[in-house]
């Protein structure tokens, strides 16, 4: 059985509030603008989530819940992991590990450098950046997560939301 793995970097933050934390930075008018836009690109695909994930920080938070609303997924469901946010690719690996092997279709939410860099290497292919709100589809031909390396995946799409589709 096949495992589709979406990497999803959240939508445009907000700098303005300087007193803000990192973690704490929500959406900004152009993320709240393309966070459905691109959420509705994977419904007109025919993506259901069995799983999403997202880091904690605010800004992904954000984004995997307007994801989720849009792919009817219950946003109570989310799977909040702190290995996205300051974990660099070993921790998403690691949290991809631990995903139930009858969850087919993963979405999850999270930064660069590390999405870009993690997608390349599990992709066998060169991608220099994802974009706010870019979508990378990542398959692999494993039966279980914990059976998730680079050597199994292969790449499906690429996509943002300044691509005409």
């Not at 966070?35 to 904690?56: C, N, Q, T, Y």
Request: hydrophobic share 40%.
């Amino acid at each position: 059985m096949n495992k589709e793995l979406f990497l999803v970097r959240h939508a445009k933050s907000d700098w303005k509030d300087r007193s803000l934390s990192d973690i704490d930075r929500p959406l900004n008018k152009r993320g709240i603008r393309d966070a459905p836009l691109m959420a509705e690109r994977l419904k007109k695909k025919g993506v259901h989530p069995d799983l999403i994930i997202s880091s904690p920080a605010r800004r992904a938070r954000m984004t995997a819940e307007v994801f989720a609303d849009i792919l009817g997924y219950n946003k109570e469901n989310i799977w909040i992991e702190p290995a996205i946010y300051h974990g660099g690719q070993a921790g998403i690996l690691k949290t991809l590990t631990q995903v139930p092997s009858t969850d087919r279709t993963v979405l999850l939410f999270g930064h660069n450098p590390d999405l870009t860099d993690l997608a390349g290497r599990l992709a066998g292919v060169s991608i220099i950046n994802i974009p706010t709100c870019g979508i990378v589809r990542i398959d692999f031909g494993i039966a279980g997560w914990a059976d998730l390396s680079p050597e199994h995946g292969r790449l499906i799409f690429f996509d943002y939301p300044k691509n005409m589709e």
